[in-house]
């Protein structure tokens, strides 16, 4: 069943600007993960985060996790048009290895 | 390379026909989805399995068959039973499930479409 529920669902910024996407959830989780895809592809893995850490990075992308409001957070840093896409946040709550997927957040960079 | 390979990209279905999505992947990972993507959705678990000759069903398992005969293969077979079959169906695996670093490879996807 969905459980990650991402917020805004369409963003569209500037070369530039900064992208920040919000993701709840319902349930306890084990990890929480954020993935992209772009239009007519698969979806790639971008940054796991688990339920004991409350923030991480990767490149230019940061994400926060905070387990009392079950909520995340990605933001891309100085967006590249390069980074139009679409961004899943899936959870996999505890005792439980299947990956539940939010509706995801369009994210168009204007060049 | 290794990796996740969905065939075919394009698929057309008849009414009262059944078709079978493929999927292999050479990354010699134990568990292996299938997901079913409509326009503006998430994904949907299908079908998943975690040994070879077991699978379990996902959320909407009703109109669609599998079989994980071969560690590398998960086939996907779209029934008549299923109405509306109209989608986009990703397959992807994970190394090792259970052990807290469930990230999922994806292959590139299948459109299916009604005829």
């Known amino acids: 069943s969905q459980q990650g529920e991402e917020d805004p669902q369409a963003l569209s910024i500037q070369e530039g600007e900064n992208a920040t996407m919000n993701c709840s959830y319902k349930t306890s989780i084990n990890n929480l993960q954020w993935y992209r895809q772009n239009s007519g592809r698969g979806l790639v893995h971008l940054i796991l985060i688990r339920s004991n850490e409350r923030e991480k990075h990767s490149g230019r992308l940061r994400v926060t996790l905070d387990t009392s409001k079950k909520s995340s957070s990605l933001l891309i840093t100085a967006s590249r048009a390069a980074d139009t896409a679409s961004y899943f946040c899936?959870?996999?709550?505890?005792?439980?290895?299947?990956?539940?997927f939010g509706k995801g957040n369009q994210v168009v960079v204007i060049p | 390379d290794g990796g996740i390979t969905q065939s075919p990209k394009y698929l057309f279905r008849k009414e009262g026909q059944n078709v079978t999505l493929s999927c292999e992947q050479n990354?010699?990972?134990?568990?292996m989805y299938w997901y079913r993507q409509d326009p503006g959705q998430g994904l949907r678990l299908i079908y998943y399995?975690?040994?070879?000759?077991?699978?379990q069903k996902g959320d909407i398992a009703e109109g669609y068959s599998v079989s994980r005969e071969k560690k590398e293969s998960f086939p996907l077979t779209v029934t008549s039973a299923q109405k509306n079959p109209t989608a986009f169906y990703l397959c992807a695996s994970i190394a090792h499930p259970g052990q807290g670093n469930e990230k999922l490879f994806f292959g590139s996807g299948t459109q299916l479409s009604v005829l």
């Open positions: 399995s975690q040994i070879v000759n077991d699978f």
């Open positions: 990354l010699n990972h134990d568990a």
């Open positions: 899936a959870t996999v709550p505890y005792g439980n290895n299947r990956l539940a």
